[in-house]
């Protein structure tokens, strides 16, 4: 169907199940309405506006801790553990890199353990490949989302399959909004397997049920364990990165960790155990942490250089300048900010290097110490699980004919041609504005520091260091975000990894407000990509025109088809909602 009009009545009358402008975290915060206007006059309260939102989020991760599905999450763990079986996170987009991260985090703590403690790894069952990710689309939507995965729950299935779900494993299924088909299908493939299956979400469980009918059915499930993490709407509308996965990676890694603690304790003498150097936690402290560190990034100075920050970046943008930010550890956490800017506010995806066509990504990253295939192992944990799906698996999943008719390349090869490694890249320095940021967390700054200096990265006209941990640093050459916090130690590194994802969503999200990507707290800027953000779409266009729903629904198809004719030509396309909001008003 080539007609856009056509395909937008198709949309209205064939998905209703995707027309999903009733659920909390679609809908707009009455504390961020002004956003957009509020960057503009005084940044420092814009991002205080943010940094409000997250002030939500202790009050529902003290009383998840406390409850008894988190205990009965904690045991499930600890028992997947003794019987060395498998622990399968599942997601889509920003649950499915949370799940990532939680595998690669798992896989460093094992890895680490078996360099700095030998004697005492020899002990244990080495349990480093007991945890897997599974995300819609494979590895590579990562760095680029795959259009279309998160709509199959077939997809989710066959997926989780090929990562070989067995008996007796277990399956945590994540999804913000408790409805995303792909992830609702690792779950009954879960239940399929005989796994144990816990569903983890942010919207009411009353409003699911009453609402989406593949959620009820999921709901309804006595087999299956129900986590509802709902903490209410976004700072901006829709945009789930931000205070539904920050809840979701505390609670699940606060009960992998105090599982993991268990499952040591019991299995290691005492000394062995103490040597590990970890305080013992108890569920409340991951409450405690949290708070202060939300109280620590909220105080002037932080609040200060986080729009000191955004003045910069923005300032880099409006003169054509491109940001390429340097780390190491933390490299995972820091792509995952980077590339979910693209479809949340419609910036130029990361560009493989064999594409020599197609709009530079606004921001990339680098590891300065690894060649690109070592830098993706180093940031995984593993080789990269690319997919290598052909037309028959996608015949055989029922999939929509362009997917069996044009497989897209999703192997390892593909992710390679993503270079986030050492190698000089001079596609980033072509304009004399751009700019090296180095983000340095805690204990790497001096290693990243030299490292920043070094003749690959001289080229850059403007460079930066930004600084999370606890030391106060001087003022040098370069300029100098700081963002002093305590991070406690933790196994996963829970709270390295909290404070990063805390600091960079605001600091992103402050940077396209002031770039009038957002409009009040509205992701005007959103790449509809699938059907819920077709649905998005067509709401904000109405929502900002007073037009019917259908008449925004058949402009943004519309709008869409003008936008895929720009990236054939290889231009940075407008937003199809404000091109199709222009349309109205015309």
């Known amino acids: 169907m080539s007609n856009p009009v056509e395909k937008a009545h198709k949309f209205l009358q064939e998905e209703q199940a995707f027309q999903l402008g009733s659920l909390l975290t679609e809908s707009a915060h009455p504390k961020t309405l002004h956003l957009s206007q509020t960057a503009q006059k005084n940044l420092p309260d814009a991002i205080r506006l943010l940094q ?35 622990i399968f996170f599942t997601g889509c987009g920003a649950t499915g890199r949370l799940a990532i991260l939680l595998d690669a985090a798992w896989r460093r703590f094992w890895r680490q353990l078996k360099s700095r403690f030998p004697q005492i790894a020899r ?40 990562a070989g779900i067995r008996p007796d494993d277990m399956v945590v299924a994540i999804t913000e909004g408790g409805e995303t088909p792909f992830v609702i299908g690792t779950a009954w493939q879960g239940l399929e397997t005989h796994a144990r299956v816990f569903f983890v979400y942010n919207n009411p469980t009353d409003l699911l049920r009453r609402d989406v009918q593949r959620s009820r059915e999921i709901i309804d499930d006595p087999r299956i364990q129900k986590i509802d993490l709902t903490t209410g709407p976004m700072a901006v509308a829709g945009s789930t990165r931000m205070q539904a996965v920050t809840i979701e990676l505390i609670i699940i890694a606060a009960a992998l960790e105090i599982a993991l603690q268990q499952f040591l304790r019991e299995l290691l003498p005492p000394p062995d155990f103490s040597s590990l150097g970890f305080p013992e936690y108890n569920p409340q402290d991951y409450h405690t942490f949290l708070v202060k560190l ?11 250089n986080i729009a000191a920050a955004v003045t910069f970046e923005r300032d880099i943008y409006q003169q054509k300048g491109l940001v390429t930010y340097l780390t190491d550890s933390f490299l995972l956490d820091v792509l995952t900010d980077t590339t979910e800017r693209s479809p949340t506010f419609m910036l130029p995806p990361f560009r493989p290097i064999d594409d020599t066509q197609s709009a530079l990504s606004w921001a990339m990253v680098k590891n300065p110490f ?22 028959d698996v996608y015949q055989r999943l029922d999939a929509p004919a362009h997917l069996r008719d044009r497989p897209p390349k999703l192997d390892n090869r ?12 001079p596609s980033r320095t072509d304009s004399a504005e751009s700019a090296l940021i180095t983000i340095a967390v805690d204990s790497e700054l ?56 805390l600091i960079l969503n605001t600091l992103s999200t402050a940077t ?42 058949v402009e943004l198809y519309v709008a869409l088809e003008q936008v895929q004719h720009m990236l054939q030509q290889h231009r940075e396309p407008p937003s199809p909602v404000a091109l199709a909001i222009e349309k109205i008003h015309s």
């Open 414 to 425: 593909q992710i390679y041609q993503f270079q986030i490694g050492s190698e000089p890249d």
């Open 123 to 162: 002990k244990l069952p080495d349990l480093e490949d007991n945890v897997a990710s599974v995300m819609a689309g494979g590895d590579y939507a990562l760095i680029k989302a795959v259009e279309g995965f998160e709509d199959f729950p077939d997809f989710g299935k066959y997926q989780l399959t090929e």
């Open 294 to 304: 939300l109280h620590q990034l909220g105080s002037d100075e932080p609040v200060q």
């Open 370 to 391: 690894y060649t690109t295939q070592d830098a993706w192992f180093h940031l995984l944990q593993r080789p990269p699980h690319g997919l290598t799906w052909g037309p």
């Open 52 to 86: 409000s939102v997250d002030d939500e989020i202790p009050p529902v991760v003290l009383k998840t801790l406390l409850s008894p599905v988190f205990e009965e999450l904690c045991a499930a763990f600890q028992n997947t553990f003794k019987n060395q079986k498998r």
């Open 512 to 553: 396209m407000a002031k770039m009038e990507r957002i409009v009040g707290n509205a992701m005007a800027w959103v790449s509809p990509s699938n059907k819920k953000l077709i649905d998005r779409g067509a709401r904000l266009i109405a929502q900002l025109t007073g037009c019917s729903y259908e008449r925004a629904c």
């Open 446 to 501: 001096d290693r990243l520091q030299t490292a920043g200096r070094d003749r690959c990265y001289a080229d850059y006209k403007n460079k930066a260091m930004l600084y999370i941990g606890s030391q106060e640093l001087a003022h040098q050459n370069e300029r100098l975000f700081q963002f002093r916090c305590d991070l406690a130690p933790s196994y996963l590194w829970l709270w390295h990894h909290v404070a990063i994802k």
